[in-house]
């Protein structure tokens, strides 16, 4: 899915998410006022983020290669608006 250049990071990170893992759980937190000043923040106040997805796309895989699909569907993002990601991957039933 392709946001406008205006979207919110947080909004096209959860759009990317959803399009490309189907989620059955997901929180995006925008944690770039913990990193103002910081390198890396850029002062757009969208820089740092972090999420939390659960979803059936990781079953039977690793957390390295759990975090490898979540960095593919987001690349673009990372590449150009997204300094720092922190992330928690699970499949459904996982804690």
């Given at each position: 899915?392709?946001?406008?250049?205006?979207a919110s990071?947080?909004?096209?990170?959860?759009?990317?998410?959803?399009?490309?893992?189907?989620?059955?759980?997901?929180?995006?937190?925008?944690?770039?006022?913990?990193?103002?000043?910081?390198?890396?923040?850029?002062?757009?106040?969208?820089?740092?983020?972090?999420?939390?997805?659960?979803?059936?796309?990781?079953?039977g895989l690793?957390?390295?290669?759990?975090?490898?699909?979540?960095?593919?569907?987001?690349?673009?993002?990372?590449?150009?608006?997204i300094h720092?990601?922190?992330?928690?991957?699970?499949?459904?039933?996982?804690?």
């Amino acid at each position: 899915m392709n946001q406008p250049a205006t979207a919110s990071v947080e909004a096209a990170i959860t759009a990317r998410l959803h399009d490309a893992l189907a989620p059955t759980h997901l929180i995006v937190a925008n944690e770039s006022h913990l990193h103002a000043g910081h390198l890396g923040d850029d002062g757009s106040g969208e820089s740092h983020f972090a999420v939390e997805v659960e979803s059936a796309a990781f079953a039977g895989l690793n957390r390295v290669a759990r975090q490898r699909l979540v960095n593919q569907a987001l690349a673009e993002l990372l590449a150009t608006r997204i300094h720092a990601l922190r992330m928690k991957v699970r499949a459904p039933g996982e804690s």
